[in-house]
């Protein structure tokens, strides 16, 4: 006899479904905007020209012309895809240079190459943690890395985001569970823009016998002298047991990679599910990622990771002066602090933010919108993200934007958070 039960009725009655249907009669949805050309400084998007700061593009090398060149070389060499996973016909030898450099960068011992960031932090802790394993997860962390906890039949024990005093209590409660436990923080927090504190997050693991991943996705290509990310900044690089990337923030491409000790590596290179069941990334897509890894280690490199948290600062200073509440800088162990390239404008309600957002982009600006189930409810937000190729005059232009877009809005729905 058939269920009566209709697995679409979801579809059809989901909690934001008249909420979406109010956005997108209004035109006020923030999501699946039209590009019309490169990710640039400034793009065209559904025909009009309009500032980019809601893009991961944070070197801005997607329009290098070094790594367009080597997303061409790799296309004509091996043409427009490889049909097959890496553990079968899909690896190239710009897989293996490319492994091989991630490697040196990070200081690692050895590196892994997935298709695509989740794909990376899935198919690393679905294979490493097993039942009878605790993850400690930071409640902040990329959703990849709840996916994978998932996914791994682990029990998931998470803690309230950046609070070290959780953190060590959770870890005193995951002592007493009986298996191995893992502890997995971002380095940058993809909405938050903040730091996470790994010497000290690194203490806990090393006083509770915990093993330490971070995720360097927003970090990479950023932080550090040579961009290697967090644990270089905050110089725990021997302290971290694993570390994950992808490459489409600072590597302007698509995938993901995993570093760490080799025989971890090797064991993922041959069980990790995700790794060996996914057609390997297009050609055209590892040869531009391995163009801008070769960009970023050279002389060249530290001039950019400058220049976009110089961009960040200004940006960060420029919104705080109109009054807008954005996250404050992250203070580091020797007392500088640092504003990371995301840069969220706190609002709180998700109608204010999508208002605001709508204001935005008619005056020529696209950010990002984050609501709830994204961020805690009540803490919805602008996510900016700024590139080392803005410009001053077009980050100028950017914040007389939200200048004229504050003030129109809080004539029609009362006042924004003030700055903290």
């Given at each position: 006899m058939p269920t009566s039960i209709d697995v679409f009725a979801k579809?059809?009655?989901?909690?934001?479904?008249?909420?979406?249907?109010?956005?997108?009669?209004?035109?006020?949805?923030?999501?699946?905007?039209?590009?019309?050309?490169?990710?640039?400084?400034?793009?065209?998007?559904?025909?009009?020209?309009r500032v980019m700061l809601g893009s991961n593009n944070y070197l801005g090398l997607t329009g290098d012309p070094r790594v367009k060149q080597g997303a061409l070389a790799a296309l004509e060499r091996y043409g427009t895809g490889l049909t097959g996973s890496r553990f079968l016909n899909g690896t190239i030898d710009l897989?293996?240079?490319?492994?091989?450099?991630?490697?040196?960068?990070?200081?690692?011992?050895?590196?892994?190459?997935?298709?695509?960031?989740?794909?990376?932090?899935?198919?690393?802790?679905?294979?490493?943690?097993?039942?009878g394993d605790t993850v400690v997860?930071?409640?902040?962390?990329h959703a990849s890395i709840l996916d994978g906890c998932i996914l791994s039949r682990a029990k998931l024990r998470a803690f309230r985001h950046n609070r070290l005093d959780r953190l060590e209590r959770t870890l005193e409660k995951a002592q007493a569970d009986g298996g191995g436990v893992l502890v997995v923080v971002d380095g940058v927090f993809s909405m938050e823009g903040d730091v996470a504190p790994l010497?000290?997050?690194?203490?806990?693991?090393?006083?509770?016998?915990?093993?330490?991943?971070?995720?360097?996705?927003?970090?990479?290509?950023?932080?550090?002298?040579?961009?290697?990310?967090?644990?270089?900044?905050?110089?725990?690089?021997?302290?971290?047991?694993?570390?994950?990337?992808?490459?489409?923030?600072?590597?302007?491409s698509c995938g993901g990679v995993i570093a760490g000790p080799a025989e971890v590596v090797e064991f993922l290179r041959i069980q990790s599910r995700p790794f060996i069941f996914t057609a390997s990334a297009v050609p055209a897509a590892v040869g531009a990622a391995l163009a801008a890894v070769r960009i970023c280690r050279s002389p060249e490199g530290p001039q950019l990771f400058a220049k976009v948290l110089d961009n960040a600062r200004y940006l960060h200073e420029g919104l705080m002066a109109l009054g807008l509440h954005v996250v404050a800088p992250t203070r580091l162990p020797d007392g500088n602090d640092v504003v990371t390239p995301v840069v969220p404008v706190l609002v709180g309600?998700?109608?204010?933010?999508?208002?605001?957002?709508?204001?935005?982009?008619?005056?020529?600006?696209?950010?990002?919108?984050?609501?709830?189930?994204?961020?805690?409810?009540?803490?919805?937000?602008?996510?900016?993200?700024?590139?080392?190729?803005?410009?001053?005059?077009?980050?100028?232009?950017?914040?007389?934007?939200?200048?004229?877009?504050?003030?129109?809005?809080?004539?029609?729905?009362?006042?924004?958070?003030?700055?903290?």
């Open positions: 579809a059809r009655d989901y909690e934001r479904l008249e909420q979406l249907r109010l956005a997108q009669e209004l035109d006020a949805l923030p999501y699946f905007r039209v590009l019309e050309g490169p990710t640039l400084p400034v793009v065209e998007m559904e025909g009009s020209s897989h293996l240079e490319l492994e091989r450099e991630l490697a040196q960068w990070l200081g690692t011992e050895a590196a892994l190459v997935f298709t695509t960031g989740h794909q990376a932090n899935v198919g690393a802790l679905g294979t490493i943690l097993a039942p997860a930071d409640s902040g962390d010497p000290e997050i690194a203490a806990l693991c090393e006083r509770f016998g915990a093993r330490l991943m971070v995720d360097e996705a927003h970090a990479l290509g950023v932080l550090g002298a040579r961009g290697a990310g967090t644990a270089e900044l905050l110089g725990v690089e021997d302290r971290v047991d694993l570390r994950m990337a992808t490459f489409s923030k600072s590597l302007a309600d998700d109608w204010k933010a999508v208002f605001l957002w709508k204001a935005l982009y008619d005056a020529g600006v696209f950010v990002n919108v984050a609501i709830h189930p994204a961020v805690p409810p009540g803490g919805a937000l602008l996510r900016t993200s700024v590139m080392a190729t803005h410009d001053r005059p077009i980050l100028d232009h950017a914040l007389d934007a939200f200048a004229h877009a504050k003030q129109s809005f809080e004539s029609q729905h009362g006042p924004l958070p003030a700055a903290a």
